[in-house]
T-cell receptor, first 115, second 112 residues
Framework: DTAVSQTPKYLVTQMGNDKSIKCEQN?????MYWYKQDSKKFLKIMFS???????INETVPNRFSPKSPDKAHLNLHINSLELGDSAVYFC??????????????FGNGTRLTVT | AQSVTQPDIHITVSEGASLELRCNYSYGATPYLFWYVQSPGQGLQLLLK??????LVQGIKGFEAEFKRSQSSFNLRKPSVHWSDAAEYFC??????????FGPGTRLSVLP
């Protein structure tokens, strides 16, 4: 009964490849997010979707393309992977976009290593 | 500029000692405030949150945090640390629906 699940947990690939990370939440939340955590543990938002609609799109290279087929799923596709893309990517969800009663619930992360 | 700061990158305490992790924010108004914990290889887990009312909030695992408006601070405390508390701790703000902004994190090590 995992609340936010993302797959795979580990992803090792070579430069130039295309890869996807999948995320699903069973909390009935309206909003989902992708965060990137770098090697210094710094967390930065990449995207957020509310009811399948893109809300936040930070300054992320357009090689990164999120897709939300329904409000329970938010996948991340990355084209032409680069060394600098190596990081841990976290999916998260919240009940609504704002409010203290709407904290983030995180998946366990996907560690992406680009060689 | 709007920001969340955690002045301590790494803190080491002995098991059974008290703990205080600092967090400061710079926003025009009081945002919603959170503390999250990240154990090695895991996602982030919510410890506690503050949005209004009593400035001392209780969380899970015996943690509490105190909001001080005059200092723009939301420090996390625990009276007696356990070895299992060793983890990375993140302070975060919800900037009225714009997005969650996380501080840089404080790594806690616990000595036996």
């Amino acid at each position: 009964d995992t609340a936010v699940s993302q797959t795979p947990k580990y992803l090792v690939t070579q430069m130039g490849n295309d890869k996807s990370i999948k995320c699903e939440q069973n909390l009935g939340h309206d909003t989902m997010y992708w965060y990137k955590q770098d090697s210094k543990k710094f967390l930065k938002i990449m995207f957020s979707y509310n009811n399948k609609e893109l809300i936040i799109n930070e300054t992320v290279p357009n090689r990164f393309s999120p897709k939300s087929p329904d409000k329970a799923h938010l996948n991340l596709h990355i084209n032409s992977l680069e060394l600098g893309d190596s990081a841990v990517y976290f999916c998260a969800s919240s009940q609504v976009m704002a409010g203290a009663d709407s904290p983030l619930h995180f998946g366990n992360g996907t560690r992406l290593t680009v060689t | 500029a709007q920001s969340v700061t955690q002045p301590d990158i790494h803190i080491t305490v002995s098991e059974g000692a008290s703990l205080e992790l600092r967090c400061n924010y710079s926003y025009g108004a009081t945002p919603y405030l959170f503390w999250y914990v990240q154990s090695p290889g895991q996602g982030l887990q919510l410890l506690l949150k503050y949005f209004s009312g009593d400035t001392l909030v209780q969380g899970i695992k015996g943690f509490e945090a105190e909001f001080k408006r005059s200092q723009s601070s939301f420090n996390l405390r625990k009276p007696s640390v356990h070895w299992s508390d060793a983890a990375e701790y993140f302070c975060a703000v919800d900037n009225y629906g714009q997005n969650f902004v996380f501080g840089p994190g404080t790594r806690l090590s616990v000595l036996p």
